[in-house]
């Protein structure tokens, strides 16, 4: 399988734990994208890389939040001290980059539950 | 700043019936328009993508959309759904070429029964 792919599938972890998730993209896509989707919305853009350049975070990425991409392939988005709130499924997506409206690829999602 | 608003949360439809997913934008420039399907516990997946040209664009599984940029509106049309089409459709919009980043509607749920 040469899609996305992301682990864990699943995570459950107590309220003020750190947690870890990782993205492995196509290939041969440079540009990695981190969403977060809550039940009964769409997906929320999160932060992107391009190659191993974080270009760009969105407010939401609170200071809680860390993602690195350290050798421009796969990805980690770490959570310190997790909330209940933190509670949803996570995607990763990747694409070339190249082109107009070029396509994403999706993963499909880390789920997190904060008890 | 774009927005999108999908105008039906839930659309109950029979099996070989015609469908539409209605999906309106806001944006103060051009975007780039996209439909995504995601089946339970699984990824999103590109239905079709409106970029440029014709109006009206033919995506995968039978499905299309028509731009319209008086109305800033990008509906999704099936003219006979199936079972296997029972899933949560999201519409998406993008501002530049990064269509990777892109802001999503809240998704329609669209139930189809025998």
């Known amino acids: 399988d040469t899609g996305v792919s992301q682990d864990p599938r699943h995570k459950i972890t107590k309220r003020g734990q750190n947690v870890t998730f990782r993205c492995d993209p196509i290939?041969?896509?440079?540009?990695l994208y981190w969403y977060r989707q809550t039940l009964g919305q769409g997906p929320e853009f999160l932060t992107y890389f391009q190659n191993e350049a974080q270009l760009e975070k969105s407010r939401l990425l609170s200071d809680r939040f860390s993602a690195e991409r350290p050798k421009g392939s796969f990805s980690t988005l770490e959570i310190q001290r997790t909330e209940q709130g933190d509670s949803a499924m996570y995607l990763c997506a990747s694409s070339t980059g190249q082109g107009l409206g070029t396509e994403a690829f999706f993963g499909q999602g880390t789920r997190l539950t904060v008890v | 700043a774009q927005s999108v608003t999908q105008l039906d949360s839930q659309v109950p439809v029979f099996e070989e019936a015609p469908v539409e997913l209605r999906c309106n934008y806001s944006s103060s420039v051009s975007v780039y328009l996209f439909w995504y399907v995601q089946y339970p516990n699984q990824g999103l997946q590109l239905l079709l993508k409106?970029?440029?040209?014709?109006?009206l664009v033919k995506g995968i599984n039978g499905f299309e959309a028509e731009f319209n940029k008086s109305q800033t509106s990008f509906h999704l049309r099936k003219p006979s759904v199936h079972i296997s089409d029972t899933a949560e459709y999201f519409c998406a919009v993008s501002r530049d070429t990064n269509a990777g980043k892109s802001t999503f509607g809240d998704g329609t749920t669209l139930t189809v029964k025998p």
């Open positions: 409106y970029l440029s040209g014709s109006t």
């Open positions: 290939s041969e896509h440079n540009r």
